[in-house]
């Protein structure tokens, strides 16, 4: 599985980004797809899951500011971020999970200014 995310860039406290990834290859059951992020030195976290059936998973940090969805006949899994803070900067990966195998995306980064 081959992962190629978009939509990342600079924006002011406040704003809104939209982060798109789009799957390819061997795409058979992929069951959940979603987004983790990376901050200067800090750990991996999750941001948001959502399973093939589209059931969804937040971190406590974005509920109620990013939403996520993904499209199935398309392979592709969307993040939107609304009401960006500064503490949202980081690198943005998505991430794929294929018969209990994680995989990753290159990374986007995400940066919020205040």
């Known amino acids: 599985v081959q992962l190629q995310a978009s939509g990342g860039g600079l924006v002011q406290a406040g704003g809104s980004l939209r982060l798109s990834c789009a799957a390819s290859?061997?795409?058979?059951?992929?069951?959940?797809m979603g987004w983790y992020r990376q901050a200067p030195g800090k750990q991996r976290e999750l941001v948001a899951l959502?399973?093939?059936?589209?059931?969804?998973n937040y971190a406590d940090s974005v509920k109620g500011r990013f939403t996520i969805s993904r499209d199935n006949t398309q392979n592709s899994v969307y993040l939107q971020t609304n009401s960006l803070k500064p503490e949202d900067t980081a690198v943005y990966y998505c991430y794929a999970r294929q018969f209990g195998r994680p995989y990753w995306g290159q990374g986007t980064q995400v940066t919020v200014s205040s």
């Open positions: 290859g061997f795409i058979f059951n992929i069951d959940a």
């Open positions: 959502v399973s093939s059936g589209g059931g969804t």
